[in-house]
C-alpha cells in the first residue's frame, strides 16, 4: 500500500508556470505507474498525464500535450508535474494516483489517491 500527498499548488497568472509534487510513503512505490489527475467545479475528474514505472512511457491529455510534462524520481519515491503556458482553463484540484500494470487514463485504474492541491490560474 502507498500513501500519497501532493504540494506545490497555488496561484499563478496565464502564461506562467508550477511545478507541483507527489510524495509517496509506504512500500513499492517504483512498481506503479503514475497518474495525474484534474477536477475543476462542476466537472467530472479529468486525466491529464501518466507514467509508466520506468519513467520512459508517458502519455497525456490533449489538452496539455506541449504544456505539461511529467516526471518521477523512484529515488525519491517522488512524481511531478511541471505546468507550463498555463491557462485559466487549467484551474482544477490536481491529485496524484497510484496504479498497477500499464499507465492509464481512467480514473477506476487507479488504486491510490492523494488529497489534491489547488491549481489557480488567473486571466
Known amino acids: 500500500q502507498v500513501q500519497l500527498v501532493e504540494s506545490g499548488g497555488g496561484l499563478v497568472q496565464a502564461g506562467g508556470s508550477l511545478r507541483i509534487s507527489c510524495a509517496a510513503s509506504g512500500r513499492g512505490f517504483s512498481s506503479y505507474a503514475m497518474g495525474w489527475f484534474r477536477q475543476a467545479p462542476g466537472k467530472e475528474r479529468e486525466f491529464v498525464a501518466a507514467?509508466?514505472?520506468?519513467?520512459?512511457?508517458?502519455y497525456y491529455a490533449d489538452s496539455v500535450k506541449g504544456r505539461f510534462t511529467i516526471s518521477r524520481d523512484n529515488a525519491k519515491n517522488t512524481v511531478y508535474l511541471q505546468m507550463n503556458s498555463l491557462k485559466a482553463e487549467d484551474t482544477a484540484v490536481y491529485y496524484c494516483a497510484a496504479g498497477n500494470g500499464w499507465p492509464k487514463q481512467a480514473p477506476q485504474d487507479y488504486d491510490y489517491w492523494g488529497q489534491g492541491t489547488q491549481v489557480t490560474v488567473s486571466p
Open positions: 507514467m509508466g514505472r520506468s519513467a520512459i512511457s508517458t
